[in-house]
T-cell receptor, first 112, second 116 residues
Framework: GQQVMQIPQYQHVQEGEDFTTYCNSS?????IQWYKQRPGGHPVFLIQ???SGEVKKQKRLTFQFGEAKKNSSLHITATQTTDVGTYFC????????????WGLGTSLAVNP | GAVVSQHPSWVICKSGTSVKIECRSL??????MFWYRQFPKQSLMLMAT?????????EQGVEKDKFLINHASLTLSTLTVTSAHPEDSSFYIC????????????FGPGTRLTVT
């Protein structure tokens, strides 16, 4: 079945440093979604990318969808302690169940 | 908008008993609801997908007789863990989606189940 690989699994940064997490697929994706889960919390939708080469920004967060629609990245500029959490990418499977296929997530720790 | 509630937020039960978890979309109609299980520091594991008025579709390896799902209305889905055992202890999260295809999922706050 469809799979999405997400790296790195963990990342520790000093506050103010940048952070990037990557998602890769062997197949072309129709879209990709990004979620954030704070420790002890539930996933919260951040964004959905649909178009080839798409770039979207949300304040210090930049989301990119590759030209071939097989990879995506989430980049955080100048991390803050409020960025702590696990970032998941998820891709939509339009087949049975119309469900999301989830990456394993990247856990971000920010040292103040 | 797009708020999903889940009740209870945590529950402790004895082995052999059943536990029901409710998931409600408070301000929208959810055509589809999903039930996930999450182990500490791991990703979300989809258990089943439910559409209002029809039987849930379970993922491979998930026992449908143990995890009973009822999607009675466009705003309510329930998950019942029957004859719970300690290995069923986990964080259970529901999510809801407005449409049948694509679109973001809105998650409930989760239910922490501990079976003693």
């Amino acid at each position: 079945g469809q799979q999405v690989m997400q790296i790195p699994q963990y990342q520790h940064v000093q506050e103010g440093e940048d952070f990037t997490t990557y998602c890769n697929s062997s197949t072309t994706l129709s879209n990709i979604q990004w979620y954030k889960q704070r420790p002890g919390g539930h996933p919260v939708f951040l964004i959905q990318l649909v178009k080839s080469g798409e770039v979207k920004k949300q304040k210090r967060l930049t989301f990119q969808f590759g030209e071939a629609k097989k990879n995506s990245s989430l980049h955080i500029t100048a991390t803050q302690t409020t960025d702590v959490g696990t970032y998941f990418c998820a891709v939509y499977n339009a087949g049975n169940n119309r469900k999301l296929i989830w990456g394993l997530g990247t856990s971000l720790a920010v040292n103040p | 908008g797009a708020v999903v509630s889940q009740h209870p937020s945590w529950v402790i039960c004895k082995s052999g008993t059943s536990v029901k978890i409710e998931c409600r979309s408070l301000d929208f109609q959810a055509t589809t609801m999903f039930w996930y299980r999450q182990f500490p520091k791991q990703s979300l594991m989809l258990m089943a997908t439910s559409n209002e008025g029809s039987k849930a579709t379970y993922e491979q390896g998930v026992e449908k007789d143990k995890f009973l799902i009822n999607h009675a209305s466009l705003t309510l889905s329930t998950l019942t863990v029957t004859s719970a055992h300690p290995e069923d202890s986990s964080f259970y999260i529901c999510s809801a989606r407005r449409g049948l295809d694509g679109g973001e999922q809105y998650f409930g706050p989760g239910t922490r189940l501990t079976v003693t």
